[in-house]
């Protein structure tokens, strides 16, 4: 939970050192939302009157060291959703969210009564149950997702995008050996409808990796059963060579150095506007751009890079290979003699035409910067 709140009181009461002292109340329209007491600038005991769990109201915690200690401790992601945490001798044993935030308004769940899910903890991580975050994305929109554990793994999020006058849910499933993305009421298994203006909005994504490492896979655009577009993937650092195959590399920057996504063996039958795809096949395009998500069961993941194209993961540079997996257009950014040195040519029509050694990353990169003028 947030232990780092700040609290604001109808009436500030401090002791003689400035401290705050004594009971402090805090009260909205006439209604009194939360009491607080202090010692000496120290907060030892709350009562949240905001929301009510299984009648319990109001919801009352004591402090240790200024720290949640014992009972129940109310906080609100984006200061409008509820979340509950009880605790026992300062460590959480349950976590109380919200079932639905299309709810909160609701005329039933008035007086802090709130459809609440029970999320049971172990260890101090989720066990059973949900948890909830909402993430600024950088286009303004804001994503809120609900991880839903189950003995201690994720098996599925709810990824909520919210925007002004707008919402949308994808849906992200953990698979033995991956993850699918979909829209909120469609499968793989259902009849697709594509509009006359080419909307392949409805669509699902499956990522698939093929070693425990995770540096190869694949990944898919479904409508229905039917896959419009495929491709292999493979991550590896600069030192290894790529695969001998018709195809793309991407680089990007890691610690202490470069590593490169390599696409191959794509099919493509989408026959598409690029431009006017929807939310599904955008998201597919957008992964084409970086490298693909690492998703943990155990939670704690960024999904944000679904929707956020402005990421740290974003190539720096490309290359194209024929189907013997030489360069044929672009850059090829290799390691050099020294540590953190690079070297890079470039390609065009088959043939080298520039070329560097001995380059920092700072200077390397305005060098490698990809332009496709053919």
Same mark, same amino acid.
């Given at each position: 939970?947030?232990?780092?709140?700040?609290?604001?009181?109808?009436?500030?009461?401090?002791?003689?050192?400035?401290?705050?002292?004594?009971?402090?109340?805090?009260?909205?329209?006439?209604?009194?939302?939360?009491?607080?007491?202090?010692?000496?600038?120290?907060?030892?005991?709350?009562?949240?009157?905001?929301?009510?769990?299984?009648?319990?109201?109001?919801?009352?915690?004591?402090?240790?060291?200024?720290?949640?200690?014992?009972?129940?401790?109310?906080?609100?992601?984006?200061?409008?959703?509820?979340?509950?945490?009880?605790?026992?001798?300062?460590?959480?044993?349950?976590?109380?969210?919200?079932?639905?935030?299309?709810?909160?308004?609701?005329?039933?769940?008035?007086?802090?009564?709130?459809?609440?899910?029970?999320?049971?903890?172990?260890?101090?991580?989720?066990?059973?149950?949900?948890?909830?975050?909402?993430?600024?994305?950088?286009?303004?929109?804001?994503?809120?997702?609900?991880?839903?554990?189950?003995?201690?793994?994720?098996?599925?999020?709810?990824?909520?995008?919210?925007?002004?006058?707008?919402?949308?849910?994808?849906?992200?499933?953990?698979?033995?050996?991956?993850?699918?993305?979909?829209?909120?009421?469609?499968?793989?298994?259902?009849?697709?409808?594509? +509009?006359?203006?080419? +909307?392949? +909005?409805?669509?699902?994504?499956?990522?698939?990796?093929?070693?425990?490492?995770?540096?190869?896979?694949?990944?898919?655009?479904?409508?229905?059963?039917?896959?419009?577009?495929?491709?292999?993937?493979?991550?590896?650092?600069?030192?290894?060579?790529?695969?001998?195959?018709?195809?793309?590399?991407?680089?990007?920057?890691?610690?202490?150095?470069?590593?490169?996504?390599?696409?191959?063996?794509?099919?493509?039958?989408?026959?598409?506007?690029?431009?006017?795809?929807?939310?599904?096949?955008?998201?597919?395009?957008?992964?084409?751009?970086?490298?693909?998500?690492?998703?943990?069961?155990?939670?704690?993941?960024?999904?944000?890079?679904?929707?956020?194209?402005?990421?740290?993961?974003?190539?720096?540079?490309?290359?194209?290979?024929?189907?013997?997996?030489?360069?044929?257009?672009?850059?090829?950014?290799?390691?050099?003699?020294?540590?953190?040195?690079?070297?890079?040519?470039?390609?065009?029509?088959?043939?080298?035409?520039?070329?560097?050694?001995?380059?920092?990353?700072?200077?390397?990169?305005?060098?490698?910067?990809?332009?496709?003028?053919?």
């Amino acid at each position: 939970m947030d232990i780092e709140q700040e609290y604001d009181y109808d009436e500030e009461l401090l002791n003689g050192n400035g401290l705050r002292e004594g009971e402090h109340v805090y009260s909205e329209d006439e209604e009194l939302c939360y009491r607080h007491s202090y010692s000496n600038g120290v907060l030892i005991k709350s009562a949240d009157y905001r929301v009510s769990i299984d009648g319990i109201k109001p919801l009352e915690g004591s402090y240790k060291d200024g720290l949640p200690y014992e009972g129940y401790f109310v906080s609100f992601i984006d200061q409008e959703i509820p979340l509950v945490d009880f605790l026992k001798n300062g460590e959480i044993y349950f976590q109380y969210g919200v079932a639905s935030i299309f709810d909160l308004d609701s005329e039933e769940y008035t007086d802090g009564n709130y459809n609440f899910i029970k999320t049971s903890y172990k260890n101090g991580k989720p066990w059973n149950g949900i948890k909830q975050e909402m993430v600024d994305l950088e286009s303004g929109a804001h994503l809120f997702y609900t991880e839903h554990f189950k003995d201690g793994l994720v098996s599925h999020v709810e990824l909520l995008l919210l925007a002004v006058h707008y919402g949308e849910m994808i849906l992200l499933e953990f698979l033995p050996d991956g993850y699918k993305l979909f829209k909120e009421g469609e499968s793989n298994n259902e009849e697709i409808e594509i +509009d006359e203006n080419g +909307d392949f +909005d409805n669509g699902s994504i499956e990522v698939k990796f093929f070693d425990a490492e995770k540096n190869s896979g694949s990944i898919s655009f479904f409508l229905g059963e039917t896959i419009t577009d495929f491709y292999k993937f493979f991550v590896q650092d600069i030192s290894v060579e790529p695969i001998s195959s018709l195809g793309q590399i991407l680089y990007f920057p890691k610690e202490n150095g470069y590593q490169y996504k390599q696409r191959y063996e794509r099919t493509d039958k989408t026959d598409m506007d690029y431009y006017n795809t929807g939310l599904m096949m955008n998201i597919f395009r957008s992964l084409e751009q970086q490298l693909i998500p690492v998703l943990s069961r155990e939670g704690r993941n960024d999904y944000s890079v679904f929707f956020d194209l402005n990421n740290p993961q974003k190539f720096i540079s490309v290359l194209f290979l024929n189907e013997k997996g030489a360069p044929r257009l672009g850059f090829k950014i290799e390691n050099d003699t020294l540590p953190t040195t690079y070297k890079y040519c470039y390609y065009q029509d088959f043939k080298a035409l520039a070329s560097g050694v001995g380059l920092g990353s700072e200077a390397l990169e305005p060098l490698v910067i990809f332009k496709n003028n053919n």
